[in-house]
């Protein structure tokens, strides 16, 4: 299984915004249930966020505060994060990864596994 690659993480102020990248290499993500984790340090692994293959997104709860937005963009072959308004414990590595299985991204914003592979990921440092 392919893993999928994740990109546009950095270092920002409180405050600041990012759009964090997902592509895909072999094939199309606009099939699969595709969701956004990320892992502090010290923290378990948790969802961010998940969009399924028709294009529904579900989000947990702090991004519903409007903070994250997830899209797609088929054309690109990319599933973005947008991160706004980030607070120093956003600070964490954000991974993307695809569901094996159809009707996986849950209402509360977590990817269902079974999953494929898991990439790097991608660190984001948010200062205070």
């Known amino acids: 299984q392919l893993p999928l690659v994740e990109s546009g993480g950095g270092l920002v102020p409180s405050g600041g915004s990012l759009r964090l990248s997902c592509a895909a290499v072999g094939f199309y993500l606009k099939y699969y249930d595709i969701g956004w984790f990320r892992q502090a340090p010290g923290k378990e692994r948790e969802g961010v966020a998940c969009?399924?293959?028709?294009?529904?997104?579900?989000y947990n709860e702090d991004s519903l505060k409007g903070r994250f937005t997830i899209s797609r963009d088929d054309a690109n072959n990319t599933v973005y994060l947008e991160l706004n308004s980030l607070r120093p414990e956003d600070t964490a590595v954000y991974y993307c990864i695809r569901a094996l299985y159809d009707d996986s991204c849950s209402i509360t914003g977590t990817l269902a596994g079974p999953y494929g592979d898991w990439g790097q990921g991608t660190q984001v440092t948010v200062s205070s």
């Open positions: 969009i399924s293959s028709s294009g529904e997104r579900q």
